[in-house]
Structure formats: C-alpha cells, structure tokens
Nanobody, 124 residues
Framework: QVQLVESGGGLVQAGDSLRLSCAAS????????MGWFRQAPGKEREFVAL????????YYADSVKGRFTISRDNAKKTVALQMNNLKPEDTAVYYC?????????????????WGQGTQVTVSS
C-alpha cells in the first residue's frame, strides 16, 4: 500500500487560489489512479477529482470543473490539486487517495489508501 501525506491547505478569501500537494511513499506510484476528495462539516466525503496513471486523463466533479486542475508527477511521486476562484462552499478537509487499478472510479470505497487530510477554509 502506498502512504500519502497532503500539504498546502490554509485560509484564503473567496476568489483566491490555493495549491494542494500529496506526496506518496511505498508502493509503485505509477500503478495508482490518484484522487482528491473533500469533506465539509456535517457532510459526507465527496469526490473532487482524479487523474489516471499516465497523467493524460482526468475527471472532475461538476462543482469544481473549470476551477480545479489535478496533475501528477510520477517521477517525484506527487499529485497536486490547483484550486482557482475558490468559493466559501469549497471549505472542507481535502484528502488525497490512491486506487491500485487502471479503472477510474469516483467512489470512495474503491480507493484503498488515504492521507490524513488538509484543511481548506474559504472566507467570503
């Protein structure tokens, strides 16, 4: 199993940008589909974005499409989430996750490795 550590969260104002990073260790990083999920207070954890193993394809939740961009560097074993034009409703704990398969999925249960999460707070 790959181990994941997120960084880059913080407090920003609406309209600002933030970049989250996730560093992986152990396992063979290029074999994993990587995803970002988030959980707001009182809500269930939800899918945000994922990137396929090669880095060529990505999927996004409708709520972030056009504002967030996911990317990966297989040589450095990192995945990033660039978040632009942030909104108060983006406030949540953001989690990096890994899926050891080539089949994309937006379902939490399909991701076997998770980071500890990083807090993103967007003030209005």
């Amino acid at each position: 199993q790959v181990q994941l550590v997120e960084s880059g969260g913080g407090l920003v104002q609406a309209g600002d940008s933030l970049r989250l990073s996730c560093a992986a260790s152990g396992g063979s990083f290029s074999n994993y589909i990587m995803g970002w999920f988030r959980q707001a207070p009182g809500k269930e954890r939800e899918f945000v974005a994922l990137i396929v193993r090669s880095g060529i394809g990505a999927y996004y939740a409708d709520s972030v499409k056009g504002r967030f961009t996911i990317s990966r560097d297989n040589a450095k074993k990192t995945v990033a989430l660039q978040m632009n034009n942030l909104k108060p409703e983006d406030t949540a704990v953001y989690y990096c996750a890994a899926k050891n398969s080539f089949i994309p999925s937006t379902q939490l249960r399909d991701f076997g490795s998770w980071g500890q999460g990083t807090q993103v707070t967007v003030s209005s």
